[in-house]
């Protein structure tokens, strides 16, 4: 008797891996006997002489071979098995595939039809299979480790042994091991002492996430994004093969990747600096022309997407898109309401806090940096507050602050002996009762200049719309932006997604089955994480990489997330938790989701509550079908095993801390997933694909200054009275970094055309089990639900914050999205 099954897989291509060659190879193994062939392994019976492991079936081999009709565009193959059948093999829970081509391929499914007595079975692979490695692969059921039949335990076992490695020598694209590393690849001392960083991760005074690691010695070269993508490609640089992108996003990421290498081409009697605010926008409407080099470059590249870029028709340029918050109004984006608007609705809404006290205090040691008290005074503030004083104002929650003093001070004398010129800021606002901020002040401070010991030199900024005032208030304004830009980037995006969870992908392929239910909750959401952390290690946060080229922090600005994340709390990176550690909300059981937002029309946090909100529901209707009491969990060896190694290696320098959840009850459990899953969709979307849209017009979001505020009396000062818009620009981000910081951003915040967002899977049977599949179902109604509301809201005049000046609706935490630079839609992972 035979069974007949049907295999989906992927060969190699031109278009991603530059090997032509690689399906004739392998047709021509086929026909001289070196073939691929599965075997079947049975769920219900063992074989005695193997120690009870799972009957094998007989080898059976992959059948019509063939070359693809094309060697440049990647498709799908499907080939036919039949395999022979005898009735002890029962029911199959996995097959074992040994490929004897020359190359790897990419296998998707594998389909059996009419097992007897049992019908269809399913294998969903999703992996890389290499020459003469035997692959295992199970069924689509979930098994806690105690529930799992015996004859597949030993090979459950055996392919988490397979996945840790043994900790030694330089990994090789087919070695598939997970394991830690800290981030001793940023620098490159051999070109130059400028070019040294220290290790994070591993010290008390570099406190780090651990990173993949590759066992490659030394530090890395310092690339461009060109160059680093190429190491990807031809696998230089160690990332396990099944984290790699897949052929869709390696396309696009090239082609987009391409274009930010355009800027050496910029011919070198361009002027240095913008001399207007127009001078910028025109580089949102093609007018910045380039050199027709530029057409012999793309002549040699592979990707049509790559020639819609930019012209080629001999004298080429730039072709950005025009970003969101100049598309309707060009000048709202000066307006303090905008300013205090995107706080809260912007890219970087996970700051603005509730002030509590007046003046504002500094957790800075008075015995090593003296008085650091705020300089904003009563005065300052005047008649603003609608008819309150200060403190009333303070006990009706009608204060808020941006504050970024502490997080600076430390740091900012090193950072000022760059060419960097700037500030700590703190900003004062007042809830007015339309629901919108106010500023009220902007506080600028530097290091004493006798010495840190000495305190900070503090002035204060208060809101003016004419004349030098008005000048020097939008150039305060500025220099807080520059401060939430380079903190937004290094703290909000980089490390508190893009690092944090490296760990956690780390962890589970190394301690959770694909056959645990854990892993099938949570591993879409770490679709891609460690291949764009690896390309960001080589290329963005390296020695002399475009963040320290763009942002103000400049070579110290890894050392300064290093020195954020000493404050990092697991716990506290659920929405509730965060909005009120920030004062922004209070816990009320008679308020939905059990909170009360005190900014009744805070974006981020309205959104975000119901997206929460809707993830742990989900994720506790998924537990709870596995886990039906607390004993349970804690019988769990595979899930303390995870837990124990992300704590200990994963976040090592955190090892110790009490807040960390036990994993003792379903309770923790439930927190955890959440948590984890929010943090690598809504969060990751929040702070990332809202970047174009508001930093692609520079003057609204500058991610450097290279002069102090002008003081009277200068020159510069009265250049700022004779032409703001000139002062302006000749302080904040100069043209050239300006170009590579637009390239950057629109690369971050576009959405890939085979992106998959919250409520999706790749496969709608990816799990066998029916009451998962009904809550998952119920979770992507919900998320329908999320965006009706989310589009009813937009529409309504009565949440102003919602759209704001520049009239761009919040919709960074609509679930569904579009390719491109949407603006809208929440990811899976954290994929870019």
């Not at 809101?463 to 980037?489: F, M």
């Not at 694909?514 to 291949?531: D, G, N, S």
Request: charged share 25%; glycine share 6%; aromatic share 12%.
């Amino acid at each position: 008797m035979k069974i007949r099954g049907k295999v989906v897989l992927m060969k190699k291509n031109y278009l991603e891996w530059k090997d032509h060659t690689a399906s004739w190879e392998d047709r021509w193994d086929d026909i001289c006997g070196h073939k691929v062939f599965l075997q079947l392994v049975s769920s219900v019976n063992g074989d005695p002489a193997q120690g009870l492991r799972g009957m094998l079936g007989k080898p059976a081999r992959l059948k019509r071979w063939k070359i693809p009709t094309s060697i440049i565009k990647a498709s799908d193959s499907k080939m036919k098995v039949k395999f022979d059948w005898v009735d002890e093999l029962g029911v199959p829970g996995a097959f074992i595939i040994k490929n004897h081509h020359q190359n790897e391929f990419f296998l998707k499914t594998l389909t059996l039809e009419d097992v007897p007595g049992h019908g269809r079975v399913l294998f969903i692979c999703n992996s890389w299979v290499y020459p003469e490695i035997d692959r295992i692969f199970f069924t689509n059921q979930a098994y806690l480790p105690s529930e799992t039949p015996a004859t597949l335990r030993w090979y459950r076992e055996k392919e988490l042994e397979n996945l840790r490695g043994d900790g030694l020598g330089q990994l090789e694209e087919s070695d598939r091991v997970y394991d830690y590393d800290a981030y001793n690849d940023l620098g490159n001392p051999d070109e130059g002492s400028e070019y040294y960083r220290p290790v994070l991760g591993g010290s008390t005074e570099y406190p780090y996430p651990r990173r993949g690691r590759t066992g490659r010695t030394g530090q890395t070269d310092r690339k461009s994004l060109q160059d680093a993508l190429s190491d990807l490609q031809e696998k230089k640089n160690y990332v396990p093969r099944d984290e790699q992108f897949g052929h869709i996003k390696m396309s696009d990421f090239s082609a987009y990747s391409l274009k930010s290498t355009i800027h050496h081409f910029i011919p070198s009697g361009t002027s240095d600096e913008f001399d207007t605010f127009e001078d910028v926008i025109k580089l949102c409407e093609g007018k910045f022309t380039v050199s027709e080099k530029i057409d012999k470059m793309l002549g040699k590249i592979p990707f049509e997407l790559v020639k819609k870029l930019v012209r080629t028709n001999g004298e080429a340029y730039f072709k950005f898109p025009m970003p969101k918050v100049i598309k309707e109004d060009k000048n709202a984006w000066m307006t303090d309401e905008e300013f205090a608007r995107e706080m809260l609705a912007g890219m970087n809404p996970v700051i603005i806090c509730r002030l509590q006290e007046f003046p504002p205090t500094s957790k800075l040691d008075p015995k090593v940096y003296g008085n650091q008290t705020s300089s904003i005074t009563r005065d300052h503030i005047g008649n603003n507050l609608e008819d309150l004083s200060i403190d009333e104002a303070i006990k009706n929650n009608r204060l808020f602050i941006l504050d970024y003093h502490d997080a600076l001070m430390t740091y900012l004398r090193r950072i000022n002996s760059t060419s960097t010129k700037t500030y700590a800021t703190r900003t004062l606002l007042f809830l007015k009762k339309d629901g919108t901020l106010q500023p009220l002040a902007i506080e600028l401070s530097r290091p004493h200049p006798e010495g840190d010991q000495f305190g900070a030199i503090s002035k204060v900024y208060t809101p003016a719309e004419r004349g030098a005032e008005g000048s020097t208030w939008l150039l305060a304004k500025a220099y807080v932006s520059i401060n939430d830009y380079g903190y937004h980037q290094l703290i909000s995006h980089w490390l508190n997604t893009h690092a944090v969870i490296e760990p956690f992908v780390i962890a589970m392929n190394r301690q959770l089955s694909v056959l645990h239910p854990i892993y099938k909750l949570l591993h879409p959401h770490f679709r891609y994480t460690m291949c764009i952390n690896a390309f960001a290690r080589m290329t963005l946060i390296n020695a002399g990489g475009l963040v320290e080229e763009i942002f103000f922090p400049a070579k110290f600005s890894m050392e300064f997330s290093s020195m954020v994340y000493k404050n990092w709390v697991f716990p506290e990176q659920s929405l509730p938790a965060d909005l009120i550690k920030r004062g922004v909300a209070i816990e009320d059981s008679n308020s939905p989701h059990g909170l009360r937002l005190l900014i009744e029309d805070y974006p981020y946090a309205v959104d975000g509550l119901q997206i929460w909100s809707a993830i742990k529901t989900w994720v506790e209707d998924y537990c709870s079908f596995y886990y039906k009491n607390n004993e349970m969990v804690q019988n769990d060896s595979e899930l303390r095993s995870w837990w124990e190694e992300l704590r200990e290696k994963g976040h090592a320098d955190k090892k110790y801390e009490p807040w960390w959840p036990k994993m003792e009850t379903c309770k923790e459990l439930i927190e955890t997933c959440t948590i984890i899953i929010w943090v690598t969709s809504a969060v990751h979307a929040a702070v990332n694909f809202g970047q174009y849209p508001y930093a692609g017009y520079l003057p609204n979001r500058p991610s450097l200054s290279r002069r102090f505020m002008p003081e009277p009396d200068t020159p510069e000062y009265r250049e700022l009275e004779r032409n703001r818009e000139k002062a302006f620009l000749e302080t904040i981000t100069a043209k050239e970094e300006a170009l590579r910081s637009l390239f950057l951003v629109e690369i971050l915040s576009r959405h890939s055309s085979d992106e998959l967002y919250l409520g999706q899977r790749d496969n709608p049977e990816w799990t066998k089990d029916t009451e998962p599949l009904k809550a998952f179902e119920k979770f992507g109604k919900k998320l329908k639900e999320i965006e009706k509301r989310i589009t009813e809201m937009n529409t309504d005049p009565k949440w102003k914050n919602r759209v704001g000046p520049v009239k761009v609706p919040y919709t960074l935490l609509y679930p569904t999205g579009e390719v491109g630079l949407s603006g809208k839609g929440i990811p899976n992972s954290i994929s870019i």
